[in-house]
């Protein structure tokens, strides 16, 4: 099983930033979509933020004017910037890595946790 590998979750206090990052190894030949996923302690997993090959960007309302998604084609990494952190962003995130466009292939991070705290 393929896993991508993540890097740059923390603790932050309220109001600070952090860079999520997510780099896919070699033996993946094509990588389409890219995002990050979170998930709560007692919540569903939300798709946080998504970027297409072309850098076609989405995110979810609650982070829009904060989050920041980004990729590196020729590094096979996404990036995730966060700013403005808030305790409701507290989470571990998962990045993703979709070998076809449909998203039937996806590999997936181990998740990093990060925790908005003062």
Request: charged share 15%; hydrophobic share 35%; aromatic share 12%.
């Given at each position: 099983q393929v896993s991508l590998v993540e890097s740059g979750g923390g603790l932050v206090q309220p109001g600070g930033s952090l860079r999520l990052s997510?780099?896919?190894?070699?033996?993946?030949?094509?990588?389409?979509?890219?995002?990050?996923?979170?998930?709560?302690?007692?919540?569903?997993?939300?798709?946080?933020?998504?970027?297409?090959?072309?850098?076609?960007?989405?995110?979810?309302?609650s982070v829009k004017g904060r989050?920041?998604?980004?990729?590196?084609?020729?590094?096979?990494?996404?990036?995730?910037?966060?700013?403005?952190?808030?305790?409701?962003?507290?989470?571990?995130?998962?990045?993703y890595a979709d070998g076809v466009v449909s998203g039937s292939l996806r590999y997936w991070g181990q998740g990093t946790q990060v925790t908005v705290s003062s």
């Open positions: 997510c780099a896919a190894p070699g033996s993946i030949s094509s990588i389409y979509g890219m995002g990050w996923y979170r998930q709560a302690p007692g919540k569903q997993r939300e798709l946080v933020a998504s970027i297409t090959r072309v850098a076609r960007t989405n995110y979810v309302d989050f920041a998604i980004s990729r590196d084609n020729a590094k096979n990494t996404v990036y995730l910037q966060m700013n403005s952190l808030n305790p409701d962003d507290t989470a571990v995130y998962y990045c």
